[in-house]
Each structure stands twice: as structure tokens, then as C-alpha cells.
């Protein structure tokens, strides 16, 4: 279960893949735009159908990111977009990457991948759910 502490999102249960490289969040409507001040910024929506803790929707805009091609689980290569946020793992806050997709077909809304792990955990794979037990949310 993971928590995104700057959008008050979470808990989330997500999936650890040690093949990823960078992690990966579900996201919709996914665009360069410009906020209020006319700087440039990206927006994303959660949708509460993937993000069960969510009341509604929410569309997010960052500052703080960027482009690049990124070869998805089939092997393809595709751009995407990257933003930088905190992540809260256990009692750990992390600041990371992670890339922006659309995973509404996956079971997992968000992918932990090797880059964000390495050095700071030490996975049993024999084990589920170690850093906390999956919540049932209405």
C-alpha cells in the first residue's frame, strides 16, 4: 500500500516489478497545458474508478516534469510522460519519478519499479502486503 502525500492520495495498492526500471500511475486526459499564470505545466486526471479513496475525480497539474521514451511491458517503445512527486512506502517518503500511463486493464493502478526500491528496501518475495494488510475501501 502506497501513499502520494502531495495529492492526499492513498492508500494504494500497488505492484513491485524489478524489470521496471521506473515506476508507472494510471492517469487520464494526460496534456501540456498552462496554468492560471500562463506558465507551461502538465495536467492528469485520477478517476475514482481506479482510485477507489478518491470522492471525485481530480485533475492534477505539475511543473516538474518531462518526456522520454520509455519501452513498455510488451517490449514497445512509447513516450511518456515523467513527473517528479513524493511517494510514501511504510513510513518512508520518497521523492521519485514516475511515469504517467494508461494501466485502466492492469489489476494494479501503480507500478514501484527498481529504480525507486534499490537501496532503500529489501524485498521477500515469498511475501505479500508486508508494509501494511490491503484495506478494504467502501
Not at 497539474?61 to 511504510?90: A, C, L, Q
Request: glycine share 6%; with cysteine.
Amino acid at each position: 500500500m502506497v501513499f502520494f502525500p502531495e495529492w492526499n492520495l492513498g492508500p494504494v495498492e500497488a505492484k513491485i516489478d524489478t524489470g521496471a526500471y521506473t515506476g508507472a500511475l494510471h492517469a487520464d486526459d494526460i496534456r501540456e497545458t498552462k496554468n492560471e499564470k500562463g506558465e507551461p505545466c502538465l495536467s492528469f486526471v485520477l478517476r475514482k474508478e481506479f482510485y477507489p479513496n478518491l470522492k471525485e475525480n481530480v485533475t492534477l497539474f505539475v511543473h516538474d516534469y518531462f518526456s522520454k521514451p520509455i519501452r513498455n511491458s510488451f517490449g514497445e517503445e512509447e513516450n511518456r510522460y515523467i513527473i517528479r512527486t513524493k511517494i510514501k512506502i511504510g513510513k518512508k517518503i520518497i521523492r521519485t519519478r514516475i511515469s504517467l500511463t494508461d494501466r485502466s486493464t492492469m489489476k494494479y493502478q501503480v507500478l514501484i519499479g527498481r529504480r525507486l526500491i534499490k537501496g532503500k528496501f529489501m524485498l521477500d518475495v515469498s511475501e505479500v502486503h508486508l508494509n501494511g494488510k490491503k484495506i478494504k475501501l467502501c
